[in-house]
């Protein structure tokens, strides 16, 4: 079974401009998370989706961050204008589904993103 | 509201000596699950074990257990026989069963290093 694809792997960017990253969660997995990890830091949950719709978007900073999910499949997280504390991995993650607190959430390798 | 602490920022241990990683955690739920991930310096999270609420036994895999301490609020993470590959980053984490949400809540993580 495949992973959690993401990519790009790294991007470096100035700030005030935009980055967009993509995520593939792995195949059957209804919930779909975005986390922020800002490095020494554990992760910080950004949205997260249930097949195409957003279910918790309480920490995503919507002045420049948006995502979307609209095949309930792949996700796109989008940020714009990019700041200098925008720096940090992007880790997106998925699960079978929410209803359960049991269900392990997998996540894939990250996007570091460098904002100069 | 959630909240996970880990307050070993680093812990060091030799190679095949056991080494015991803290993690206690709040909440009101009466259900939810505890988990522990490894990420490495590349940067992917890594599923190691969980322990729900109401697991009457200690969570096992292979190498890793879970001390679960219900009355306490704790769920430490014991690796044994401790090996090189082991030095990564280790994230204590909780995922509650009420909340809309259920994303992940992480701790700060603790380092460690294991020497030969």
């Known amino acids: 079974e495949a992973g959690v694809a993401q990519s790009p792997r790294y991007k470096i960017i100035e700030k005030r401009q935009s980055v967009a990253f993509w995520c593939n969660p792995i195949?059957?997995?209804?919930?779909l998370y975005w986390y922020q990890q800002i490095l020494g830091q554990g992760p910080k949950l950004l949205i997260q989706?249930?097949?195409?719709?957003?279910?918790?978007d309480s920490q995503l900073p919507k002045d420049r961050f948006s995502a979307e999910r609209l095949k309930g499949v792949d996700s796109t997280l989008k940020i714009q204008p990019a700041k200098l504390e925008d720096s940090a991995v992007y880790l997106c993650?998925?699960?079978?589904?929410?209803?359960?607190?049991?269900?392990?959430?997998?996540f894939g390798e990250g996007s570091w993103l460098t904002v100069v | 509201a959630q909240k996970i602490t880990q307050t070993q920022p680093g812990m060091f241990v030799q190679e095949k000596e056991a080494v015991t990683l803290d993690c206690t955690y709040d909440?009101?739920?009466?259900?939810?699950?505890l988990f522990w991930y490894k990420q490495p310096s590349s940067g992917e999270m890594i599923f190691l074990i969980y322990?729900?609420?109401?697991?009457?036994q200690n969570a096992t895999e292979g190498r890793y257990s879970l001390n679960f301490q219900k009355a306490r609020k704790s769920a430490n993470l014991v690796i044994s026989a401790s090996q090189l590959g082991d030095s990564a980053m280790y994230f204590c984490?909780?995922?509650?069963?009420?909340?809309?949400?259920?994303?992940?809540?992480f701790g700060k993580g603790t380092t460690l290093s294991v020497s030969s």
């Open positions: 984490a909780m995922r509650g069963a009420n909340q809309a949400g259920t994303a992940l809540i």
């Open positions: 195949s059957g997995h209804a919930t």
């Open positions: 993650a998925s699960s079978r589904d929410r209803s359960s607190s049991g269900n392990t959430i997998y």
């Open positions: 909440t009101s739920d009466p259900s939810y699950g």
């Open positions: 322990q729900g609420s109401y697991d009457q």
């Open positions: 989706f249930q097949n195409n719709g957003v279910v918790d």
